[in-house]
């Protein structure tokens, strides 16, 4: 079956330093990989999608960028933390070629700015 | 391009039913839904592919209109696990992007 791994499972940084997050997904291949954010008693908005090796579509300009270096790794960083970047961060993947691709998400990475 | 959902939060008893609305003002391509307990990540329901399509699961379902870009979920007898928060989402054509809905809170209390 699959998995989905992200960590860390929190995390308090103060402004201005770097971030990186990690998610790893296990038993499937060549999935799409996406990123999202969620502010505190909001919707999730989408960030970043990957549908395959160093391949990275941004929906969202901001200091955040994504890596994908290998087929289940998916990495979220920034340079310079902002305090608007706080908020609860989920990945998620999907499988490529299924119509319709429903989402299966991480367990997420409550990241607060201070 | 965000779905928008209504009502935004409902309370029910134990054995009450509800309906969820999701609506885009673009094609739809496919409708997700998903649950989301407080501090957890979204849990993943049912998706509908194509318009006129009805689903279910226990006393969980969803229809989706094509014609009217929405779709509605349907929680019969509701329990106090179904308590969380529902998304809707929506697939571009090309299935890649996703965007999520406004959300509906729903409390069922004994």
């Known amino acids: 079956s699959q998995t989905i791994h992200q960590w860390p499972a929190t995390l308090v940084q103060p402004v201005g330093s770097p971030l990186s997050l990690e998610c790893t997904v296990e038993?499937?291949?060549?999935?799409?990989l996406y990123w999202y954010r969620q502010a505190a008693g909001r919707g999730l908005q989408l960030l970043f999608y990957?549908?395959?090796?160093?391949?990275i579509s941004s929906e969202v300009p901001q200091n955040l960028s994504a890596s994908r270096p290998q087929d289940r790794q998916f990495i979220l960083s920034s340079k310079k933390l902002l305090l608007s970047d706080s908020g609860f961060y989920l990945c998620?993947?999907?499988?490529?070629?299924?119509?319709?691709?429903?989402?299966?998400f991480g367990p997420g990475t409550r990241l607060t700015v201070t | 391009q965000q779905p928008v959902q209504s009502p935004q939060a409902v309370i029910l008893r134990e054995g009450e039913d509800a309906v969820i609305n999701c609506s885009s003002s673009k094609a739809l391509y496919s409708v997700h839904w998903y649950r989301q307990k407080h501090g957890e990540a979204p849990v993943f329901l049912m998706i509908l592919l194509k318009g006129g399509e009805q689903k279910g699961h226990e006393k969980i379902s969803a229809s989706f209109n094509e014609k009217k870009q929405q779709s509605s979920l349907y929680l019969t007898a509701s329990q106090l696990s179904y308590s969380g928060t529902y998304f809707c989402?929506?697939?571009?054509?090309?299935?890649?992007?996703?965007?999520f809905g406004t959300g509906t809170s729903l409390t069922v209390i004994p």
């Open positions: 989402g929506t697939a571009k054509s090309t299935g890649n992007q996703f965007y």
């Open positions: 038993g499937t291949s060549n999935p799409n």
């Open positions: 998620a993947w999907s499988v490529r070629l299924r119509e319709g691709r429903e989402q299966y």
């Open positions: 990957s549908v395959g090796i160093g391949q």
